[in-house]
């Protein structure tokens, strides 16, 4: 493993300084803008296409593949499709189409787009930490995939049986003993005895042993070095770190140029995905079982019944507004980059459906194989199925372990997973960095590259804590509370602002500068779903969460009262900003809330060919930013915007 460890490393060390000497040569050209582009400035996608894959690959992450699939299975098979594509219409598609159209109208990231509310614009700081927060641990899981995509380069792979790190516990079969009849006598034997005799168990006498799976115990054993809670620390595991800094230098590469080098790694990391799930469900179909696993997927046992229930309903729209990638301020970011006419409406349509038929289809690959595994295991498929780190480090390697050329598959499998993450992470470093950027344009001009290479290293050193015996508990926690209610917050006063505040027919007309006039039926559906329905469905949603809050755990070890209070002030630091600029604003208005709610002089499109008569009067940027805080440009020797 460490041989693998070194040679991967010094290919990954040749390819950066490669890039680094290529890049050197255009040192003096902007590395965030190019002589085709419409907003010099700024920048823009190189082509349509660039952008679509990059939306694609940051909706298109690891909950695709490791939480839709389990979902539907608990939720009625395919019956919970039913609920998810009706809560994609309602609450889904109408945030993104939304998002987009702001980014895109105003060439703004997630904090200045809230010139159109300056109230509200701690909402996009809100944003920006918490995807600040997401893409520390986000890069953990990068860095799991990569440790066992390493592993995966073995004769035999290491979790495929009780080997030296194993315990007592640990076995590749069930253990248990039952009660069995023989010349008129009842004798206890262990279930393997009695199968490979093929002997039948009296009735209700079976006694089953608690065993670990393999797989199981080489994730806690091997790669985590499990401690026994949050409070144990233990030591930074080495192996782990140095892939948490490989997957970090993948991205600042990625990312040297800004969407100008991003937009071309996405079409192998988006498109790579779906050619492996392809291959995977080609051979999951031909393995005996297979269909037993669909079938409890999408197929006969589907239970229509289970809409009657809320908690149904309520995953649906949980699912569909997370997959999404709505309320983080990605889709904001990358939006900001394309030309002031492209066709966002249909860009949104496209990036949905393209991720809700991924998550289906990803679902065939998945239980095709746990199909398999339940078959030569002798376990019904319920058994055998999980989500999360569960389905992608204990349950799917243990069958792919059993699979002819075993190392083959989990290298797929892994490779898969290390390609899903890595785009979204992309779109996650991107939207930090140009909120940094709409900050200090000038300055960016200049030092777009260290400032890349200094925020990929801080976030390393902060996921370091990720990285220790505890490491596991503390990406968890990271998850269960920043991952959640705040996001969930920001899209219900997103909506709010924009369409209640702002004005949503004022939106629409914004709207139609980029894509054209439509004739008003075209917008009923939107209207409603913008006014009434998305708002009150997303706030149904956070009450529902909060009423049934409890505190997190990791399988069976409860967090310390101390640990869950670490994860409210993560959340509380992430929405403390957006009452502290509204007070900020209100100040500066001399008590004014009204002209609070009003949209800021320099909001409008960013290049004035485009702003027409209903935007002629708008003020540039610089003019606007002179008028509101002339001292910052003195003082930095920068003349930036400001968020404040």
Same mark, same amino acid.
């Given at each position: ?452 290479? &200094?925020?990929?290293? !801080? @976030? *390393?050193?902060?996921? $370091?804590?990720? %990285?220790?015996?505890?490491? /596991? +508990?503390?990406? =968890? ?5 920043? &991952?959640?209610?705040? !996001? @969930? *917050?920001?899209?219900? $006063?997103?909506? %709010?602002?924009?369409?209640? /505040? +702002?004005?949503? =027919? ?139």
């Amino acid at each position: 493993n460490t041989r693998i460890f070194i040679a991967t490393w010094n290919m990954g060390l040749n390819h950066i300084l490669t890039c680094c000497q290529n890049s050197s040569k255009d040192v003096k050209q902007e590395s965030h803008s190019g002589s085709g582009d419409e907003n010099k400035e700024r920048g823009n996608w190189s082509k349509k296409s660039d952008y679509l894959l990059s939306m694609i690959g940051y909706a298109v992450g690891l909950g695709n593949v490791w939480r839709f699939p389990y979902l539907t299975y608990k939720n009625g098979g395919g019956a919970f499709l039913i609920p998810y594509t009706i809560m994609l219409a309602l609450a889904g598609l109408p945030l993104f189409f939304l998002e987009c159209s702001m980014g895109q109208f105003s060439s703004s990231g997630p904090v200045l787009v809230w010139r159109a509310v300056p109230i509200l614009q701690g909402v996009g700081i809100t944003m920006v930490l918490v995807t600040t927060f997401v893409s520390i641990y986000y890069n953990i899981i990068i860095a799991y995939s990569l440790y066992y995509m390493f592993a995966s380069f073995q004769t035999i792979l290491p979790w495929s049986d009780c080997f030296e790190w194993a315990d007592e516990m640990c076995s590749k079969v069930t253990r248990g003993f039952c009660n069995v009849s023989l010349s008129n006598n009842t004798v206890a034997y262990n279930l393997t005895w009695v199968k490979e005799r093929n002997l039948t168990c009296i009735e209700n006498s079976i006694v089953m042993e608690d065993v670990d799976l393999p797989s199981k115990q080489y994730w806690e054993k091997v790669t985590l070095r499990l401690s026994g809670g949050l409070d144990e620390t233990g030591e930074i595991v080495w192996y782990l770190a140095l892939c948490l800094l490989l997957a970090w230098i993948i991205v600042g590469a990625a990312l040297f140029k800004g969407i100008k080098s991003s937009g071309k790694v996405v079409y192998f990391t988006a498109i790579f995905p779906y050619i492996v799930l392809i291959i995977l469900l080609v051979r999951g179909a031909t393995l005996e079982g297979a269909f037993n696993g669909i079938d409890y997927y999408i197929g006969t046992k589907s239970n229509i019944t289970k809409l009657m229930e809320a908690e149904v309903w309520k995953d649906a729209a949980t699912q569909i507004f997370f997959s999404l990638s709505t309320a983080w301020g990605g889709l904001i970011a990358l939006s900001s980059y394309n030309k002031f006419h492209n066709n966002c409406y249909s860009d949104a349509i496209v990036v949905c459906v393209t991720n809700c038929l991924t998550s289906v289809f990803a679902g065939f690959a998945i239980f095709s194989i746990l199909g398999h595994m339940a078959f030569v295991t002798d376990k019904p498929v319920p058994e055998v199925v999980d989500s999360g780190f569960g389905l992608a480090f204990i349950a799917y390697p243990e069958a792919l372990a059993k699979l002819p050329i075993s190392p083959l598959w989990s290298f797929l499998f892994f490779f898969m997973l290390l390609t899903l993450g890595l785009d979204s992470q992309f779109a996650m470093i991107e939207t930090i960095i140009t909120s940094i950027q709409d900050a200090f344009p000038q300055m960016m001009k200049r030092m777009r590259i260290p400032v890349t290479v &200094g925020c990929c290293v !801080i @976030l *390393f050193l902060l996921g $370091l804590l990720c %990285v220790t015996q505890s490491g /596991i +508990y503390w990406v =968890n926690l990271i998850d269960y509370f920043c &991952g959640g209610w705040a !996001i @969930l *917050f920001s899209a219900v $006063l997103e909506l %709010v602002g924009i369409n209640w /505040i +702002y004005g949503g =027919n004022r939106f629409i007309k914004d709207i139609e500068m980029m894509i054209g006039e439509k004739h008003w039926t075209f917008w009923i559906w939107w209207r409603a779903c913008w006014f009434v329905v998305s708002p009150l469905l997303l706030t149904a949603i956070l009450l529902w969460s909060l009423i049934t809050f409890h505190s997190p755990t990791y399988g069976s070890v409860v967090y310390p009262t101390w640990g869950t209070a670490i994860g409210w002030c993560m959340i509380c630091f992430c929405l403390i900003w957006i009452p502290i600029v509204a007070v900020l604003k209100i100040i500066r208005a001399k008590g004014n809330v009204l002209q609070t709610c009003k949209a800021a002089q320099n909001w409008g499109p960013a290049l004035s060919q485009h702003r027409g008569e209903r935007y002629k009067h708008m003020l540039d940027s610089k003019q606007a930013h002179a008028e509101e805080l002339p001292t910052v440009s003195k003082l930095t020797g920068y003349d930036n915007y400001t968020y404040f």
